[in-house]
């Protein structure tokens, strides 16, 4: 605490002292030129892909709390675009394996951060658990997500639901729908999809290739039960029953209610089609109630928000996290960026904008909108499985093979068998 807190005061002193010294000089950059006692120190480079749109303003808020807490450290941001990480994690890989670290970078709770942990290219972060007091802070099942042999890898900055359906509930209302819709499975769901194509509107909208695979997630969960779908990741479900045979039939079936262009599209178009009243449905993550807010978009008026039919009962869960990568260029400036995402005021300023709901227990409910409050309730008493598109339920590697398994399938390269033998495939090897 008291090096810290020496610290702090001789960074604010530098930066006064550049201050005088940019308006005697008449210059507006105030850390360019004072790095006599810090090199890199006084700045921190955060990697993420949260580049655009509801995604940017969940960072931008994370770094209002961050100058508030911690003005004499300046954020470069390193966000590379992207949905999910899809050009970030090859781009990370890549700095990673040339030492070429940021200073914290953003890796989801669970088999993806066991990546990283396994290639040593990120640090124990125990001791800022203890700093900070966080043992207490995060649901228990949370922090063994981080932990490997006793070491806490990451600090949680929020938690997403996947499982989520989203309509547009004037699309509904006019094909005779009732806009507030409630699923019993998918083949009821089905059914109403069948009869919004045939009156040419399009049914459901998805995107490229992991928003495919995210599509793909809620309808093996919905198909298999929690049990089963978990057994697919631990080794105790076959990939090449019959029982995945007929989830992968409705994912086909699925599929063909999609627009055509979507492979040129990522998450934020897509859900702009149900917005917009270009696609009565889209499957995304809770993200997606960003985007539709920042809009001003009503929740049960303009839009619903329900699980994906089939999933009532389940929390399709991924959470967020930030790390101290090995060598790191500042690390004490990671640490300051750890800190404000640990802290209450981080995790609720972030949330609010981001459409998550905080990782900490003891954020108060009243800070979030309708949707997040029901977020929060569901994940306090529904079954939690880990989701495969966001890094909780398989390492990397396997999620590469899958996308690819997946993208073969819906371009149509591939049959269903041969989908299914390349799924089992996928998951066999690591
Ligand atoms: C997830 C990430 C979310 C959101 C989403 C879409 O992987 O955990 O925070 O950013 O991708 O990009």
Known sequence: MRVNRRTSTMVAGAAIAALTLGACSGSSNGGGGSSGGGGSNDEVEV???WAAGSEKAGLDALVGAFEEQHPDIEFVNGAVAGGAGSAAKDLLQSRLQASDPPDTFQAHAGMELLDYINAAQIEDVSALYDEFDLREAFPSDLIDLLTRDGQIYSIPSNVHRANVMWSNSAVLEENGIDPNPSYASL???FEDLDALQDAGVTPLSVATAWTQVHLLETILLADLGPDAYTGLWNGSTDWEGADVTAALEDFERAMSYTNDDRDGLDWPEATQMVIDGNAAFNVMGDWAVAAFE?????????????????????FDFLADSFTLPTGAPNPEGSRAWLETVASLEGQTAFSVAKGS??????????DFSEYQQTAMESYGQDTIVSSLAHGAAVPVSQLNAITDATSRFTSGAADLSTFQSELAAATATS
């Open 357 to 366: 709901i905080p990782a900490r227990v003891d954020a108060d409910p009243a």
């Open 294 to 314: 920042e809009q001003g978009q009503e929740l049960g008026t303009d839009f619903a928000a329900v699980p994906v039919p089939g999933t009532d009962g389940v």
């Open 187 to 189: 083949d009821e769901w």
């Open 47 to 49: 990697f993420t892909w």
